[in-house]
């Protein structure tokens, strides 16, 4: 009988096998929030209507669980359509959460030499997938104020010839919409495919899905999580026929289970109930928004989203952060993410009790 391998000899084989970049990396840390107010995820933090709930329930109840889902999700991509007012000529790409969406594209891109660039800060997910994918992300900085650096950009763009440029609209974290004149100059100067990702854009008027077809290598991805369905993963990336042809060949053939494809159907069919949670949100963030820039030493920055990002004082994050959390509020420090976000803190707009609460645990611990 063999003897059991020791933990060395197996760290050796993991060490030789495992590629360097995907040992580098730290895995996505998601903080255990129970018992805590969850404002650090830009969740919804409305549930639906009993009555609602009911008729949902019954739509599951026939749901057969037996079987493979539909691979091509027609009947959902004809509401999202309607939802969304998306082109008709426009093909849809659905995933398991847009993040799966990410992953595909860079997939289906990455190649020895091959870039990806984005401006930082900006969602951690893009320079993370390419990572692990084997393609090389550039990050240019934003300027002080968040804003496109528009000429570096584009000097970033000619040099580095990336595969793939991601703008998110707005972006998250900072909560800010670039400026799409700028944005128009980035895709037309792009060799490569751009995705404006607007995982936001319940929360904002601003849209590139009515730009669709004016540039062959425009991508829109959206998701439903920041609208309210988080736990249903459904993602979806709009463009030409030609990109998500190839897109969809290396997408795993039933991404999207059968209980996602029902409840985001009838969750549609009730786009009402969403609409207005999600302008109640709105709402409430500048609300927030004037309450925080109120409070000395905290400096909010003006959002199109559904959080707020807000600069504390000076050396502070960490401290804050914890005893924000010890008053029984989860929110997200972004100091040391990005020296652009030094000292700065995340919050999600929540209900009305939340942002109360989280308000009254930042002035207690500014005080502490
Ligand atoms: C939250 C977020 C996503 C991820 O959305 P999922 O559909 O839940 O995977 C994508 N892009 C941005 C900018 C986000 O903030």
């Not at 060395?8 to 895995?27: F, K, N, S």
């Not at 008709?88 to 289906?108: K, R, V, Y």
């Not at 949670?277 to 309450?291: G, K, L, N």
């Not at 050396?315 to 997200?332: M, P, Y």
Request: glycine share 6%.
């Amino acid at each position: 009988m063999n003897a059991r391998p020791t933990q060395d000899a197996m760290q050796a084989l993991v060490t030789g096998w495992v590629r360097p970049e995907v040992r580098a990396l730290t895995a996505y840390h998601v903080p255990d929030a129970s018992g805590l107010v969850k404002l650090d995820a830009m969740e919804n933090p409305y549930s639906w209507p009993q009555e609602l709930v009911r008729e949902w329930l019954d739509v599951l109840a026939s749901v057969p669980l037996n079987r493979y889902p539909d691979p091509h999700a027609a009947p959902l991509k004809d509401r999202l359509r309607e939802a969304f007012a998306l082109p008709a000529d426009a093909d849809i790409l659905l995933g398991n959460g847009s993040d799966e969406l990410i992953q595909l594209l860079l997939m289906a891109v990455a190649g020895p030499g091959r870039k990806v660039l984005a401006p930082e800060p900006t969602f951690s997910m893009y320079r993370m997938i390419s990572t692990f994918v084997g393609l090389e992300f550039v990050g240019v900085p934003l300027r002080r104020d968040y804003s496109l650096d528009l000429a570096a950009t584009l000097a970033a763009i000619r040099e580095q010839q990336p595969a793939v440029v991601f703008l998110a609209y707005p972006n998250n974290p900072t909560g800010n919409l670039f400026s799409a004149a700028d944005m128009a100059e980035i895709i037309a100067a792009s060799p490569g495919v751009v995705v404006v990702d607007e995982a936001y854009s319940a929360f904002c008027d601003a849209s590139f899905i009515g730009e669709l077809g004016r540039w062959p290598n425009l991508l829109v991805l959206r998701t439903l999580s920041k609208l309210g369905l988080a736990g249903l993963r459904l993602g979806f990336l709009v463009g030409p026929h030609a990109w998500l042809h190839e897109l969809d060949k290396i997408r795993l053939p039933y991404n999207i289970n059968v209980l996602t494809q029902a409840s985001a159907e009838f969750a549609l069919r009730r786009f009402d109930v969403l609409a207005e949670q999600t302008a109640r949100i709105s709402a409430d963030r500048e609300d927030m928004h004037a309450q925080l820039a109120a409070m000395p030493g905290i400096t909010p920055y003006a959002s199109q989203a559904n959080f707020i990002l807000f600069k504390g004082p000076a050396g502070r994050a960490a401290q804050l952060f914890n005893a924000i959390k010890a008053r029984g509020v989860l929110i997200k420090s972004m100091h040391g993410a990005h020296p652009a976000l030094a000292d700065c803190l995340r919050v999600t707009v929540g209900t009305a009790d939340e942002n109360a609460a989280f308000l009254s645990a930042l002035r207690a611990s500014l005080d502490a």
